[in-house]
């Protein structure tokens, strides 16, 4: 039996990687994207362009979707000529987009209603861990598709986790954020530290970030704030809509996050300086003052 053929929607910063990755691996791939440009580097390497979502879904196997908001989601799967609808009965639609657990549940179960099996499956890791297939994937929904979709899984990342039912893994993404949001500001106010007291900051990094404050933004954010390098791995409007999702989640549950509701007040500040498309190190210009 062969490899079943992969429709891949949205091949943005980490999409195209992730795609990437699946070509190598030998699958046949069918790519969409509204901005086709965006694609063409895949095309150039032998996917096929896929003329709508719904197209790619009457077609293939198993179809992934990274993309950018809860709407967009919902409109994908849930629209008119969307993947629901177009996929044939035994389809998989595995959603990588960071998007809320309530959304992952209802894609889930109108996914039943058509034998159609949906995985949410979102990721962490950034531009750096989707480029070398290094992702941490957080999944939700039945084992027996999670394990069919499992070489998949193993051709993007590398710690790949079935958390629980429908939406766990949007769930545990959730997690991840909140986690990433207070370490943020912390990473950017040890730099900013650094700099006051007249040290050299990336000396102070050679000493800190395998220490007990080690974590991925001081190794790998910190080093590009200290160059000014804000070029996104991650967009600072993503960030804030993921924070959002986790905010609207922790209420519902009569839970007060009050790191994560000063991260998003201070990245909304930045985004409104004009700064939405940046990176999510870019946080160290509000302290820097550049």
């Not at 290094?134 to 084992?143: A, F, N, P, R, T």
């Not at 629980?164 to 040890?190: D, F, L, R, Y």
């Not at 730099?191 to 006051?196: F, P």
């Not at 000063?262 to 003052?289: C, I, M, P």
């Amino acid at each position: 039996m062969g490899l079943p053929t992969i429709g891949f929607i949205g091949t943005g910063v980490m999409g195209k990687s992730m795609a990437g990755h699946l070509l190598q691996a030998g699958y046949s791939l069918q790519v969409y994207n509204r901005t086709k440009a965006k694609a063409q580097e895949l095309l150039d390497q032998g996917a096929a362009w896929a003329a709508s979502p719904g197209d790619a879904a009457a077609a293939c196997d198993i179809v992934v979707t990274m993309i950018g908001y809860p709407k967009d989601v919902e409109e994908i799967y849930l629209g008119d000529g969307g993947l629901i609808a177009r996929a044939q009965a035994g389809t998989i639609l595995i959603d990588m987009t960071t998007s809320s657990p309530l959304l992952a549940r209802r894609l889930y179960a109108a996914g039943a209603e058509k034998g159609v099996r949906v995985l949410d499956a979102p990721v962490s890791g950034g531009d750096v861990g989707a480029r070398d297939g290094k992702l941490s994937i957080m999944v939700g929904g039945d084992e027996e598709v999670f394990q069919k979709a499992a070489p998949l899984f193993q051709c993007m990342g590398t710690n790949i986790v079935l958390q629980g039912p429908a939406g766990a893994g949007q769930h545990t993404k959730m997690c991840n954020q909140i986690a990433i949001a207070s370490n943020m500001m912390g990473v950017c106010e040890a730099m900013s530290y650094a700099v006051k007291a007249g040290l050299d900051p990336n000396r102070v990094l050679t000493s800190i970030a395998t220490g007990a404050a080690a974590s991925f933004s001081l190794s790998n954010l910190a080093p590009r704030m200290l160059r000014g390098d804000t070029a996104p791995g991650f967009y600072v409007k993503h960030f804030i809509k993921d924070m959002k999702i986790a905010i609207e989640a922790a209420e519902e549950m009569s839970l007060i996050l009050p790191g994560l509701l000063q991260a998003k007040a201070l990245y909304e500040k930045l985004a409104a300086a004009g700064h939405e498309n940046s990176g999510t190190q870019a946080l160290y210009l509000l302290y820097s003052g550049e």
